[in-house]
C-alpha cells in the first residue's frame, strides 16, 4: 500500500466521525433539507478525502438515480453517496453532488 495524501480544507469543515479525516466545507453546503435511510442528510457542493464504490441504479425518494457510495479514504468508513445521474429532469441539479450523513460525520463545532 502506498503513502496516503490528504487534502487539507481550510475553514469551517465536517470530517469523519471515526477518523476526523477534514471531508467537507461547511460553505459547500447546498441543502440541509436531505433524507437518508438513517435520518438527517445534508448535500455538498464538493467533498474531498472520499473514494467511490460502483456505479449502480437507486431508487431514492426523489425517482431513480445513478450513484457511487463514498468512503472516507483514510479509515474506510461509509460517509454516504454522490450523484452520478438523475433520470428525472427536475433532480439534474444534483449530478456530481455528494450526501454525506449527518450520523457520519461531526461538523465543525462537535467534539465527537
Avoid at 431508487?59 to 450513484?67: D, L, N, R, S
Amino acid at each position: 500500500m502506498g503513502r496516503l495524501f490528504l487534502v487539507n480544507l481550510e475553514g469551517k469543515s465536517y470530517s469523519c466521525r471515526h477518523c476526523k479525516t477534514n471531508i467537507a466545507l461547511c460553505s459547500d453546503v447546498v441543502s440541509k433539507s436531505f433524507q437518508s435511510r438513517h435520518g438527517k442528510a445534508y448535500l455538498f457542493r464538493k467533498v474531498a478525502n472520499v473514494y467511490a464504490g460502483e456505479k449502480e441504479d437507486r431508487m431514492m425518494m426523489t425517482g431513480m438515480h445513478t450513484v457511487v457510495d463514498i468512503y472516507c479514504v483514510k479509515c474506510g468508513s461509509y460517509l454516504g453517496w454522490r450523484y452520478e445521474f438523475a433520470f428525472e429532469k427536475n433532480q439534474k441539479y444534483k449530478e456530481g453532488k455528494s450526501v454525506l450523513e449527518r450520523y457520519k460525520v461531526c461538523g465543525p463545532d462537535e467534539n465527537n
